[in-house]
Nanobody, 115 residues
Framework: QVQLVESGGGLVQPGGSLRLSCAAS????????MGWYRQAPGKPRELVAT???????HYADSVKGRFTISRDNAKNTVYLQMNSLKPEDTAVYYC?????????WGQGTQVTVSS
């Protein structure tokens, strides 16, 4: 059974940085894509960044130039480096992994950007 475990969330001041990690366990499959979504209170879940198997990455316009996604395929882990954080980045961040028609989600980690 595939499990995605996120870590690295927390409270940070505007302009600060955080690095999220998501490790997949329970399987040695190589995911077609791994990425991050977020959901702020009262808003729908939205894509933040995704890394397709290989080297293609896609970012939401709101985070381009500030966030960087990376993958370590050997560790089945995906990272999200978040710089120049803004209060509007406050949300629960969810890790996502896709393998064929299967979609896996982590439990979410809270990121709060506030002074």
């Amino acid at each position: 059974q595939v499990q995605l475990v996120e870590s690295g969330g927390g409270l940070v001041q505007p302009g600060g940085s955080l690095r999220l990690s998501c490790a997949a366990s329970g399987s040695s499959i190589r995911f077609n894509a791994m990425g991050w979504y977020r959901q702020a209170p009262g808003k729908p879940r939205e894509l933040v960044a995704t890394r397709i198997s290989g080297y293609n990455s896609h970012y939401a316009d709101s985070v381009k130039g500030r966030f960087t996604i990376s993958r370590d395929n050997a560790k089945n882990t995906v990272y999200l480096q978040m710089n120049s954080l803004k209060p509007e980045d406050t949300a629960v961040y969810y890790c996502n992994a896709v393998f064929r028609e299967y979609d896996y989600w982590g439990q979410g980690t809270q990121v709060t950007v506030s002074s």
